[in-house]
C-alpha cells in the first residue's frame, strides 16, 4: 500500500528544484518490503506484500509559496490477493475481510506533500514529513495524513520508511473470527514500508 505516494515524496523532497508541471517515473529495488502487522487474543500476525510493479508516472505542480506540491492523476492499485499472511486460512480470512472478490483492488491517490524549507542533497542525509492521501478500500473513501522518513542514499536513489495505522472499521470492515469465533482479531493493523528507489525525471 501507497507505494507511489513515498516514492514521489522522496524525490519531490530532496530535488533541489521544484518546476511547475514535473514529471517521471519511478522504479523499485529488490531490496524493498512492504507488510502489515495485527494482533488478535491469541498472537501476532504479519503479512507481506507480494505484489509486481512496474515504472510507475507521476505529475506534480508546486504551490506559490514551494510550502507543499498538489498531484493529479497519481494513482496506484494494489491487488488485495497479494497479501500473504504465511498460512492458507489467514489468507483466507485477510481476503474475505477485505471484501476482495467484490473489490479486488485498493485504490491509493497522492493529493499532496509538505516541503521542508531547505534541501538536503548530500548521501545519507534524511528528512521527515507527511503527504496527504486518499485511501479507498472497499469502496470506502477516506483522506489520511501519512508520515514518512527519507533518507538519500545516492542521486536519485532513496530510502522511504513509514508506518501507517488504520482501523478495519473505519472502511466498513469487519476483522476475521477464526475458529468459531474464539480467536479476535484487533481493528487495528498497521502498514509499514522500508523501500529502495530510484527516480527517473523526464
Partial sequence: MLLSTLIIL???????????????TFSFESASTVF????SNVTDFT????????????EYVATDNRAALTFTNTILLLQSNKLDCGHSGMNRDMQSTLKSAEYPTIRLQLLQVLLPTSNFAHSGASFSTKAQIALTIAGVKHNVWLPVEIT???QHQFRIKSALPLLLSDYGLKPPSPLLGLVKVSDTITVYYDLRVSIIQN
Avoid at 522522496?10 to 517521471?24: E, H
Avoid at 503479512?47 to 507521476?58: G, K, V, Y
Fill in 10 to 24: 522522496a524525490y519531490t523532497i530532496l530535488s533541489p528544484v521544484f518546476n511547475i508541471g514535473d514529471k517521471g
Fill in 152 to 154: 538519500l542514499i545516492a
Fill in 47 to 58: 503479512c507481506t506484500c507480494t505484489q509486481s510493479f512496474t515504472e510507475l508516472p507521476f
Fill in 36 to 39: 502489515l502487522e495485527g494482533s
